[in-house]
């Protein structure tokens, strides 16, 4: 099976940094997704990592290592509008295929 | 390029009736998800689908639910003698079908949001 954790909340202010961090356990790893989801709408997809290393698009930027299980969302020059909920999915081996699990979300309330 | 379709945006059923949503995949897209999703909780696997095939239903109840993805037309999700635990918004997802290639990403749809009464 597969395992995802990443805290619930969190709460930064308009302007600064904030990094969204998930840690996961998975057997046949082959790829880590970033979704973000407003309250009520469908999530959409930010970013993939397969590889170790840093994946950068335009604000937001997205890190992995596979040796440590774990990923983390960075977000700067925050803006209201980043208030969302942050989910992280991994694919890996389960139930005979690689299936995507997702996360709980981490919902990211930004302040003035 | 039009994204995941899915309708009725809202559905309200009284208890006891029949839901059925439906979803149409992105163009070129042959893989479908379910998925459910309860206020301020995650997303819920339900089922996984390609043309005329259920690969997997494990996060699906055995009783009430069934999904389906015809030849031709959307996938349909349906649930009998709906409940009102069964209110909840009902996300569908397609991906391209890569033979499981490491890029495929799931697209999301606007989802269904179903109220019980």
């Known amino acids: 099976g597969q395992n995802i954790d990443q805290p619930t909340e969190m709460t930064a202010t308009e302007g600064a940094i904030v990094q969204i961090n998930c840690t996961y356990q998975?057997?046949?790893?082959?790829?880590l997704f970033w979704y973000q989801q407003h309250a009520g709408e469908a999530p959409t997809f930010l970013s993939y990592n397969v590889l170790d290393g840093l994946e950068e698009k335009g604000r937001f930027s997205s890190f992995l290592s596979r040796s440590k299980g774990y990923s983390y969302l960075l977000l700067k020059e925050l803006q209201m509008k980043d208030s969302a909920s942050y989910l992280c999915?991994?694919?890996?081996?389960?139930?005979?295929?690689?299936?995507?699990?997702f996360g709980i979300g981490t919902k990211l309330q930004v302040i003035p | 390029n039009a994204g995941v379709m899915q309708n009725p945006r809202h559905l309200v059923r009284r208890r006891g009736q029949e839901a059925r949503l439906r979803c149409s995949p992105m163009?070129?897209?042959?893989?479908v998800y379910w998925y459910r999703q309860l206020p301020e909780e995650g997303l819920k696997f339900m089922v996984y689908l390609q043309k005329e095939n259920i690969i997997d239903e494990s996060g699906m109840p055995k009783e009430r639910f069934s999904a389906e993805f015809p030849k031709e037309g959307p996938s349909i999700l349906r649930i009998q003698q709906v409940v009102r635990g069964d209110s909840a918004a009902y996300f569908c997802?397609?991906?391209?079908?890569?033979?499981?290639?490491?890029?495929?990403?799931?697209?999301f749809g606007p989802g269904t949001r179903l109220l019980v009464l």
């Open positions: 998975t057997s046949g790893f082959n790829g």
């Open positions: 163009k070129g897209h042959s893989h």
């Open positions: 999915a991994v694919r890996g081996d389960s139930g005979g295929y690689q299936k995507v699990t």
């Open positions: 997802a397609s991906s391209p079908g890569l033979a499981g290639g490491p890029r495929e990403t799931q697209y």
